[in-house]
């Protein structure tokens, strides 16, 4: 992965600029884009909290997210991370909320996505969704992709918005 700092830096320029907060919801990352995030000197001025989301006690627990709430939803989702991003948010009293789900492999996940699949999603001042592919099956690899695609996405958002 590249140097957290350099990834993350963009990002936490902007929210420290517009005096903006972030709390992450992230599951196959483990704690990646939150570290990114960390390693930005300043980051207690945007960064609030975050939690990694990997099981559905953490869901449970930490976002408070029963899925028999919400018929049809399952993890590895566009709207599940939306979901995941839109409660951590709130719950934490951020300006943002990013959440990212997915599977890093070596297989898929058991909803039948294969490794590679991921999830990403930022509410906000705007809210968006995107899924990405990286159609490898290296664990390790595609954490860092995740990680890294998570904190472009929203530093795009961010100069969109």
């Known amino acids: 992965m590249p140097n957290f700092t ?5 990002v936490g320029g902007l929210l420290k600029q517009r005096g903006e ?3 992450v919801a992230e599951s196959s990352t483990g704690g990646l884009i939150s570290a990114a995030l960390l390693a930005v000197p300043g980051a207690s001025a945007y960064f ?3 939690g990694v989301i990997y099981t559905e006690t953490s869901r449970l627990a930490l976002l408070d997210i029963d ?14 991370a939306l979901l995941a991003a839109q409660t951590i948010r709130q719950k934490l009293g951020a300006t943002w909320g990013l959440a990212e789900t997915g599977a890093t492999g070596p297989t898929g996940n058991r909803y039948g996505d294969t490794a ?3 999830c990403i999603a930022l509410a906000g001042p705007v809210e968006r969704a995107i899924t990405i592919e ?16 998570a904190l472009t996405f929203f530093e795009e958002a961010l100069g969109a918005s």
């Open 48 to 50: 609030v909290g975050g």
């Open 116 to 118: 590679g699949h991921c």
């Open 21 to 23: 907060t972030v709390a």
């Open 6 to 10: 350099s990834l993350a830096g963009p």
């Open 134 to 149: 990286t159609g490898r099956a290296d664990r390790e690899a595609n954490m860092q992709d995740f990680a890294e695609r």
């Open 67 to 80: 899925l028999n709430d919400h018929p049809g939803m399952r993890a590895s989702t566009e709207p599940y």
